[in-house]
T-cell receptor, first 114, second 115 residues
Framework: DSGVTQTPKHLITATGQRVTLRCSPR?????VYWYQQSLDQGLQFLIQ???????AKGNILERFSAQQFPDLHSELNLSSLELGDSALYFC?????????????FGQGTRLTVV | DAKTTQPNSMESNEEEPVHLPCNHS???????IHWYRQLPSQGPEYVIH???SNVNNRMASLAIAEDRKSSTLILHRATLRDAAVYYC????????????????FGQGTTLQVKP
């Protein structure tokens, strides 16, 4: 158990819909990272937050947005869903953004868009 | 982001040592070398990291070349549970701006362990 909790574990929804994925980081971790993993793309970095503020952006679509709340949990919002958005979405957390710290990953949310 | 190069796949026999290589010829002086692995149907898992010196922990050892342009993850006795995709990642320090610490994953090395 990494200490990072993601909910829900599975999500099935229709095209055009909007969903929210939730991540609770390990206790004491201030940095949260979101990743998307699809079969043909591997693990893609989406976005990072540190202590409530956006720190880095990766290949995140405009239809996707995220935020980190004062209690440090984070949510990833996916809207106008397309079939190609079907993937595993992972959240990770670390104490901070320093490169000598380790990141801990949750078990992921499997999103299926039908 | 500095890039790493790893073999696509490797095979090992159970209870034998495994050496997983990684090339990172464009590494900068402040990049940390991280290794993560991903078991089937699970999220990535931290294995080990280092800067210049070799590192050991309960999971593995990390051998870093003197010029830091390559490194090797060593699993001392492979078990069936070690079958996974292993990722070698450079985690950067951004001069003149805030650190992000983001991990950029490549394709990794798929390790098969034969009984």
């Amino acid at each position: 158990d990494s200490g990072v909790t993601q909910t829900p574990k599975h999500l099935i929804t229709a095209t055009g819909q909007r969903v929210t994925l939730r991540c609770s980081p390990r206790s004491g971790d201030l940095s949260v990272y979101w990743y998307q993993q699809s079969l043909d793309q591997g693990l893609q970095f989406l976005i990072q937050y540190y202590n409530g503020e956006e720190r880095a952006k990766g290949n995140i679509l405009e239809r996707f947005s995220a935020q980190q709340f004062p209690d440090l949990h984070s949510e990833l919002n996916l809207s106008s869903l397309e079939l190609g958005d079907s993937a595993l979405y992972f959240c990770a957390s670390s104490v901070g953004p320093e490169p000598n710290t380790e990141a801990f990953f949750g078990q992921g949310t499997r999103l299926t868009v039908v | 982001d500095a890039k790493t190069t790893q073999p696509n796949s490797m095979e090992s026999n159970e209870e034998e040592p495994v050496h997983l290589p990684c090339n990172h010829s464009t590494i900068s002086g402040t990049d940390y070398i991280h290794w993560y692995r991903q078991l089937p149907s699970q999220g990535p898992e931290y294995v080990i990291h280092g800067l210049t010196s070799n590192v050991n922990n309960r999971m593995a050892s990390l051998a870093i070349a003197e010029d830091r342009k390559s490194s090797t993850l060593i699993l001392h006795r492979a078990t069936l549970r070690d079958a996974a995709v292993y990722y070698c990642i450079l985690r950067d320090v951004l001069a003149g701006s805030s650190n992000t610490g983001k991990l950029i994953f490549g394709q990794g090395t798929t390790l098969q362990v034969k009984p």
